[in-house]
């Protein structure tokens, strides 16, 4: 095989208590096009700034063949489709460094497992609650033991559905991590531990009222949400419209709101847009395939 297409889903972390570990991939798409050329990369499709050696989708890429200790060789990689947004908060690194790794890891007929491109990725980037729903797909937590990653996936209720508010602005990841504190008081890491415990069983059972009260977080949203324009209105919006629980996606600025309500989406728009926000409303059903050769 000297040619593929990827395509890889958006990821939400952090969801509610599960700071640095719960994701979720959703039906939102990067798709990629990889090809085998003699040396050197080159890219179609990708801004002329993102167009080098720096890629992450390249470095994804890159990192399967040093890992298995074997020449990289040179490589075209056409962005095809990029859906997922930049600096939202919903996994457009990860989308891109799994996509490389993903292709490379076709090239060599599928050597590493699922498992081995989780630990690839990771070594990158070193946020595995986006990298593991991207690959695996789902619902999944995870955490980082050493330089190892792992990863388990949850089911979650199908009548949940999960609506992204994505602001206008970006928000760097780094930015967001630099307003979080180094300690944290005890009861706030017991109220995050306490209710990540029940909301991981709530979300497959569908059962509403305790994921209301359980997806709830003091470990970092506490300290960021200020860095949002707008989110205590996007907030306050999605309480009128009774949705089941309300956090930001990732390291924002996307807020996520969870619902059983089919018009939810068209309704939060309306009042964002009328309370003078452009955001994007994403209604955005689970993914549950992870990274693809298509
Ligand atoms: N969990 C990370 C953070 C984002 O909140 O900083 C994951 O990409």
Redesign the pocket.
Known sequence: MVKCTVRVPA?T??LGPG???V?CAFTLYNTLTFEIKDKGVSFSGCEEKYANEQNLAYIGFRDVYTYLNIEVPGCHITFDSICVPLSR?L?S??ALIVAGATAANAFLKNKLTKQEILTVCNNI?G?P???SPAIYGGLTASFTNGDTPYSVSYSIHPSLKFVALVPDFELL?KT??SV?PSEIPFGDAVFNSSRLAVLLKALENGDKKLINLSLDDRL?QPY?RDLIKGYDEAESFAKELDCIAFC?S???PTCLCLTDNDNFAHKIKEKLHSGGYSWQVLSLPVDTDGAKII
């Open positions: 990821t972390a952090n700071f640095d570990s994701g908060g996994g690194s990860a980037e946020h609650d986006n990298l990841t967001a991590r979080l970092h960021r930001l990732g390291a924002g």
